[in-house]
């Protein structure tokens, strides 16, 4: 289900918010994108860091919630989609296209409140090998502002929802949202159809990372599936 606080004008955001894309820019190198590749930006917003992912030569497709987000992607001359993150399946998708080689995702992953079907529906599009990566805002972020508004909107009679509308995760609470669709992903079925214990381990292992400690930050992360380059 789309996050109903999730509200987007896309002039607005480009007169507002060009900052968000620009601070993207670490996560953009992470992924790498490589000439020929296949890449889903999900969440893509008006496009911004879309092309710069397809200026690399690599093939992409943008993902939004927002219809008029996804207009300002077009007019970028990205192919852009409406679509619920927390229920991907691009009808006909493999047929068309192949398995995605990357899922990428910067400023958007704390917009979709229900991370394990987001997860779920990311890891079934990748092919073996494929990387997921994603920035997001993590635990605390805002946390003194947005107390601070709840504060002032429920001291003016404002009935203010029980829960925030964004996801800000810990690495851990992250971890286990990302590591059970992973797990459940790569023991379904290897891609010759026959089930893949090994490989499911791996995925659970790279998941943990001996570098993944507390200290780590929890907003920016990229995950592969084992096989990867």
């Known amino acids: 289900m789309v996050n109903r606080a999730s509200r987007w004008s896309a002039a607005d955001y480009a007169r507002n918010a060009a900052f968000v894309p620009a601070l993207g820019e670490p996560a953009l190198a992470l992924l790498d994108p490589q000439p020929g590749e296949l890449i889903l930006d999900l969440g893509c917003g008006d496009g911004a860091l879309t092309a710069r992912i397809a200026e690399s030569g690599a ?13 300002a992607a077009r007019a970028r001359g990205i192919d852009a989609f409406v679509a619920d993150a927390e229920t991907l399946g691009l009808d006909g998708q493999a047929e068309r296209f192949g ?27 990748l092919r073996e090998g494929g990387r997921f990566v994603g920035e ?33 995760a810990s690495v851990e609470a992250f971890h286990v949202s990302m590591e059970r669709p992973a797990l459940s992903e790569s023991n379904r079925v290897d891609r010759t159809g026959d089930p893949a214990p090994e490989r499911g381990r791996a995925v659970g292992e790279r998941l943990r990372g001996p570098n993944d400690g507390p200290s780590r930050r929890a907003g920016r992360r990229s995950r592969r599936f084992p096989g990867g380059r």
């Open 99 to 125: 398995r995605f080689d990357a899922v990428f995702s910067n400023a958007a992953l704390h917009w979709m409140l229900d991370a394990g079907a987001v997860a779920r529906g990311v890891f079934a599009l």
């Open 59 to 71: 093939r992409v497709i943008g993902l939004d919630s927002s219809p008029e987000m996804v207009d």
């Open 136 to 168: 997001m805002g993590g635990a605390g972020n805002l946390a003194l502002m947005r107390g601070a508004l709840r504060a002032e909107l429920e001291g003016r009679g404002y009935a203010v929802p029980a829960s925030d509308p964004q996801w800000y």
